[in-house]
């Protein structure tokens, strides 16, 4: 259950569905696995897993959700090697040529073959409502799988009011300037030991930077040269270490021994008693992450807009 990346988005309005009207909804979608001529699936799926049935799970202010999806797995290379074949044997057997209207029927043929012995691979993506302060919060590294969470959602209610969080100043900015000159991280973070830096302009050069102390004269010449942080290690508040790219997506995101040490204290004797406090302890350390980093990031700006 807990996160390994982060994608958040903010709410422009507040998340007005209680937990049993939201599951109410979901059920709409509920996860069902892929038919005999289905290439993918996706639906919710229950958060607790076998533990439990229900498509949400509340905790305080905050409510969990979990989408499924099921692909089955068709490698262009069979599919075209099938073509080149049925291709093949039409124009020996019948003496002519086939052309590139035809073969797309023949490809769509073949495909509608091939699906029912397709395997197929399953991927579970966990995201939450933070409906006090006003974040989705999705355990995603690319933005492509955290809306297809999103569209999902939005398809269920109706509408999902939310935004990328409209930062006063681009990631690249703040991030740059804490490895700048007389280098200043706002607390409660501190610098880890990886960054990315990056030359402006889709065809400029890219320095990787990977178990190294940060503020070193090399780090400074590139930044006085015109690079910028596009990546950056960070540690908050002794409770995760993280990197986050200029983006905003946080990744490689990992949970320290406080967050354990506070876990120890809670006597859990179910899974679903163990998933509670697991997520009660998760949500609310991170509502204080993305609070705290939003704020070093230098704030959100008033511009809002209804998804």
């Keep these: 259950m807990w996160f390994k990346n982060l994608i958040f988005y903010r709410f422009t309005k507040p998340f007005e569905w209680t937990s049993k009207e939201l599951e109410e909804k979901l059920t709409e ?42 692909e089955k797995i068709l490698p262009a290379s069979v599919i075209k090697d099938a073509l080149e074949e049925k291709v093949e044997t039409i124009e020996q057997e019948e003496q002519r040529e086939v052309f590139s209207k035809e073969k797309k029927a023949l490809k769509d043929d073949i495909l509608m073959e091939l699906l029912p012995r397709a395997f197929t691979k399953h991927q579970k993506t966990l995201a939450y409502l933070d409906t006090k302060e006003g974040w989705l919060v999705v355990d995603a590294s690319s933005f492509k799988k955290a809306e297809e969470l999103t569209s999902c959602l939005r398809e269920c209610l109706g509408s999902l009011p939310i935004i990328n969080p409209p930062l006063k100043n681009l990631p690249s900015a703040p ?37 190294q102390e940060l503020i070193t004269e090399e780090i400074q010449a590139h930044l006085e040269g015109g690079m910028q942080v596009s990546k950056l290690a960070l540690q908050w508040d002794e409770a995760q270490t993280f990197v986050l790219s200029d983006d905003l997506i946080v990744r490689k995101l990992k949970f320290t021994e406080m967050i354990q040490d506070q876990l120890d204290e809670v006597e859990a004797e179910t899974a679903a008693e163990q998933f509670d406090a697991d997520f009660a302890v998760m949500s609310l350390s991170l509502r204080k992450l993305i609070n705290d980093l939003v704020e070093a990031l230098g704030g959100l700006s008033d511009v809002s807009a209804e998804a």
């Design 175 to 211: 991030m740059t300037q804490w490895l700048s000159e007389n280098p200043t991280v706002p607390a409660p973070f501190l610098l880890g030991d990886e960054c990315d830096l990056r030359e402006p302009g889709d065809e400029g050069g890219q320095i990787n930077v990977r178990k």
């Design 29 to 70: 979608k509920r996860f069902s696995g892929c038919g005999s001529q289905d290439i993918s699936s996706f639906g919710w799926v229950p958060p607790l897993g076998r533990h439990g049935d229900m498509l949400t799970h509340a905790s305080g202010d905050f409510v969990m959700i979990c989408a499924k999806k099921e």
